[in-house]
């Protein structure tokens, strides 16, 4: 089992900044796939970043390319997400997770089989 438990949202005026943690216990192991996904209100939940710490990969959703940089400290057990030059579209509940095995895209939610409880980032225009 893996516990996933995020912190760092907020609220923060467009253009600002804010970083999202993600901390991983448990079997740790299951941690080298990691994903950051939003929801907003009546809106499906997106893959926003992906990490692979074994082979380096990373995924970005278009709409963040540029802004946003996902990263992870294995020492730490803690992935974080950075987001920059932050837009009102951005408004959503983010949550991060681990995928335990290969399979699926990057940002197929169904893949991933630990999920952080959740936080919110309002950006203001």
């Known amino acids: 089992q893996v516990q996933l438990v995020e912190s760092g949202g907020g609220s923060v005026q467009a253009g600002g900044s804010l970083r999202l943690s993600c901390a991983a216990s448990?079997?740790?192991?299951?941690?080298?796939?990691m994903g950051w996904f939003r929801q907003a209100p009546g809106k499906e939940r997106e893959g926003v970043a992906y990490?692979?710490?074994?082979?380096?990969?990373?995924y970005y959703l278009a709409s963040v390319k540029g802004r946003f940089i996902i990263s992870q400290d294995n020492d730490k057990n803690t992935v974080y997400l950075q987001m920059n030059s932050l837009k009102p579209e951005d408004t959503a509940m983010y949550y991060c997770?681990?995928?335990?095995?290969?399979?699926?895209?990057?940002?197929?939610?169904?893949?991933?089989?630990?999920w952080g409880q959740g936080n919110q980032v309002t950006v203001s225009s």
């Open positions: 990490i692979n710490s074994g082979s380096g990969v990373l």
């Open positions: 997770a681990a995928k335990a095995a290969i399979g699926g895209t990057w940002n197929d939610a169904v893949s991933y089989n630990y």
């Open positions: 448990g079997y740790t192991y299951s941690t080298k796939r």
